[in-house]
């Protein structure tokens, strides 16, 4: 597979499990420790039991808002040395057909460890010094983003 396919099947098992409210499949695609860079932070995230909260508030706002589409979309990956993928995309939350939330851009790096990619880095384009991450902060409209001419996310 190329790098963009394996980007997207990864976004593809963990909205997939984020939508279902399984947090074993979700935290089985997270390397620890995992770092998150928001607009405002770096945050380093080092046990699994940390990524619940989060994961919960995510989970439990898509389905507030009605979410039944929660579709990422890989716009760009490549694999920056062996055993690492570095790529962007678009996220979509769909209620009945219409966007429940504004769609974002946001970053990811997977890392090939025990035979399998998993998400080691994060970048989303939110305001918070703070994990775990709230509803309030993970459904908050996201900071716009206005590339340069040939510049991605």
């Known amino acids: ?78 694999f920056a040395r062996a055993g690492r993928i570095e790529g962007w995309h678009h996220s979509h939350m769909l209620r009945d057909g219409t966007f429940a939330v504004p769609s974002r851009w946001a970053r990811q790096v997977l890392v090939l460890r025990d035979g ?6 994060a970048r989303y384009p939110i305001m918070t010094d703070r994990w775990p991450m709230t509803d309030a902060t993970l459904f908050a409209d996201p900071v716009l983003w206005p590339p340069a001419a040939g510049r991605t996310p």
């Open 1 to 78: 597979m190329n790098a963009l396919a394996l980007y997207q099947a990864a976004l593809d098992a963990v909205s997939d499990a984020v939508l279902a409210g399984d947090f074993a499949a979700y935290a089985a695609m997270i390397d620890l420790p995992y770092l998150v860079r928001t607009e405002t932070a770096r945050l380093v995230v080092t046990a699994q039991a940390d990524l619940r909260p989060t994961f919960d508030a995510l989970h439990g706002g898509l389905r507030a808002r009605g979410v039944q589409h929660y579709k990422r979309l890989a716009r760009e990956a490549v």
């Open 116 to 121: 399998g990619w998993r998400f080691s880095e």
